[in-house]
């Protein structure tokens, strides 16, 4: 059984950073991708960043150039790195782990959470103006 927990959330300033955590037991990160993704109250969830297994990554447009998503395979844990933080990150943060698909572009890791396995419970991120 894939058990993934999220860690590393809190509330900060805008500009500050946060590093979120993802530790994942039960399988290992090969041929799998893993993802971030955010949902904030009355909006629609949506991908931060995803890995694969080559270490890939791909970013969402709003995220891109402050934050970088990285994996320690040897402890089998997922990382965001957040910087530059505003506002409108402010979200809850979940960490997923699923299979590459086909798409157009190629081979890639899915940008819908619905299309991944398993799923963290998620780590609160909160960013004051």
């Known amino acids: 059984q894939v058990h993934l927990v999220e860690s590393g959330g809190g509330s900060v300033q805008a500009g500050g950073s946060l590093r979120l955590s993802c530790a994942a037991s039960?399988?290992?990160?090969?041929?799998?991708?893993m993802g971030w993704f955010r949902q904030a109250p009355d909006k629609a969830r949506e991908g931060v960043a995803a890995i694969d297994s080559d270490g890939s990554t791909t970013y969402a447009d709003s995220v891109k150039g402050r934050f970088t998503v990285y994996q320690d395979n040897a402890k089998n844990i997922l990382f965001l790195q957040m910087n530059s933080l505003k506002p409108e990150d402010t979200a809850m943060y979940y960490c997923?782990?699923?299979?590459?698909?086909?798409?157009?572009?190629?081979?890639?890791?899915?940008?819908?959470?619905?299309?991944?396995?398993?799923r963290g419970q998620g780590t609160q991120v909160t960013v004051s103006s």
């Open positions: 997923a782990t699923g299979d590459p698909i086909a798409t157009m572009a190629g081979i890639l890791c899915p940008d819908n959470m619905d299309e991944y396995n398993f």
């Open positions: 039960g399988y290992t990160y090969s041929g799998y991708c």
